[in-house]
C-alpha cells in the first residue's frame, strides 16, 4: 500500500514539474516571436528584405506596394509581407516579359482599368495574362453556351424544375447551333447573345457569355463579359470532355460546340482567339512556382 502510494506521489510530483518546466518555456517562445515581430517592424526602410533575379529589394520597395491598396498609416507586417509576394510575382513577370519579349497589350490594360484596377495593377494583369498565353497549356476563347440538370440529377428536381430543364434544352440547343454558325461568321458574341434572348426569352436564367449569365447585366458590365476568358489546361473550371474539345480546336478562329457532357445536358460553343503553348506548364502557379524558386531569395524579415 505504502509502496502504491509513494508510486502515485512520485508521478504527481512529476507532473507539477513538467507543468513548471513547459510553461516558461512557452511564455519564452511567445515572447520570442513577439519580438521576432517587433524587430521586423521595427527595421528600417533602407533594410533589403529579398533578392529577386540580383536586384536587392528594401522594406521601402515593399512598402510602396503596399501603399497602392492600404491607407500608409495602416500598413503593418501582414500588409508588408503581403505586398513582398505582389513584389515577387512582379518581378518575376518582368523577367518573362523581357526574356520573351513580350509587349503588354494596351487594350488588355484598358480592360482591367475598367474593372477599376489601378494602372499599375493593370499592366501587371494585362502582362500575366500573356505570360500565361506563352508559357502555360492554355487557350484563350471567347464562349456562349448555357447549364442543365445532367440525367444523374434529374430525380432529385422538382417536377416544376425538370420541366423548366427540358424547356431549356429544346430551346437551347438550337440556339447553340446558331451561335456556332455566327461565330465561326465573326459575329459579336454580344450580339449572338441578344438575338438568343430576343427570340428565346426562357433562356434567361441561364444563358452565359464567357461564363457571366447575361440577362441581368447592364450595358458597361455586357462589354466587360464580352471579353474573351483564358482556360489552364491543368486548372480548367471546365468539365473534361468540354475542356478537350476545347483545346482540341487546331487554329485561331476555330469554332466547336460541347454538348450533352457529363457535367451538362446543355453545352458551350466556343471561338479559339489565342493558344498557349501545348508543351507549356499546365498551369500558372505551377510555372511560376518553378520561377519564384529560381529567382526569388526571400531573407525572411518580414
Known amino acids: 500500500m505504502d509502496s502504491e502510494f509513494s508510486k502515485k506521489k512520485l508521478i504527481v510530483v512529476g507532473v507539477i514539474l513538467l ?9 519564452y517562445v511567445a515572447l520570442q516571436q513577439q519580438d521576432t515581430r517587433s524587430q521586423a517592424s521595427d527595421e528600417p526602410d533602407s533594410t533589403v528584405v529579398a533578392v529577386i533575379n540580383g536586384e536587392q529589394i528594401t522594406k521601402g520597395d515593399v512598402r510602396e506596394v503596399a501603399e497602392e491598396n492600404n491607407d500608409p498609416t495602416m500598413v503593418n507586417d501582414v500588409a508588408l509581407k503581403a505586398a513582398l509576394e505582389t513584389l515577387e510575382e512582379r518581378k518575376i513577370l518582368d523577367d518573362a516579359k523581357n526574356s520573351l519579349g513580350i509587349t503588354v497589350d494596351p487594350g488588355r490594360v ?5 474593372e477599376g484596377f489601378s494602372p499599375t495593377q493593370a499592366n501587371y494583369e494585362a502582362l500575366k ?5 506563352r508559357v502555360v497549356n492554355s487557350r484563350e476563347a471567347l464562349s456562349i453556351g448555357f447549364w442543365n440538370e445532367p440525367i444523374s440529377g434529374v430525380t432529385e428536381q422538382t417536377v416544376e424544375e425538370q420541366d423548366n430543364s427540358a424547356d431549356e434544352l429544346a430551346l437551347g440547343v438550337p440556339a447553340l447551333d446558331q451561335a456556332q454558325t455566327d461565330l465561326y461568321a465573326g459575329e ?3 450580339v449572338i447573345a441578344d ?33 474573351p476568358k483564358i482556360y489552364e489546361f491543368g486548372d480548367s473550371i ?8 476545347l483545346f482540341s480546336i487546331p487554329a485561331v478562329g476555330g469554332v466547336a ?21 501545348p508543351n507549356g506548364a499546365g498551369t500558372y502557379a505551377a510555372w511560376y512556382a518553378q520561377q519564384r524558386q529560381n529567382l526569388v531569395q526571400n531573407l525572411n524579415i518580414l
Request: hydrophobic share 40%; net charge negative.
Open 19 to 27: 507543468l513548471l518546466v513547459a510553461i516558461p518555456a512557452t511564455v
Open 110 to 114: 484598358e480592360r482591367y482599368e475598367a
Open 129 to 133: 495574362q500573356q505570360v500565361i498565353l
Open 188 to 190: 459579336n458574341i454580344d
Open 195 to 227: 438575338e438568343i434572348l430576343t427570340k428565346s426569352p426562357d433562356l434567361r436564367p441561364v444563358l452565359a457569355v464567357n461564363g457571366f449569365i447575361y440577362y441581368p447585366l447592364d450595358n458597361e458590365d455586357k462589354v466587360l463579359a464580352s471579353y
Open 238 to 245: 471546365l468539365d473534361d470532355q468540354t475542356r478537350d474539345i
Open 257 to 277: 460546340k460541347a454538348v450533352n457532357t457529363e457535367a451538362n445536358r446543355g453545352g458551350r460553343v466556343f471561338k479559339l482567339v489565342n493558344r498557349g503553348d
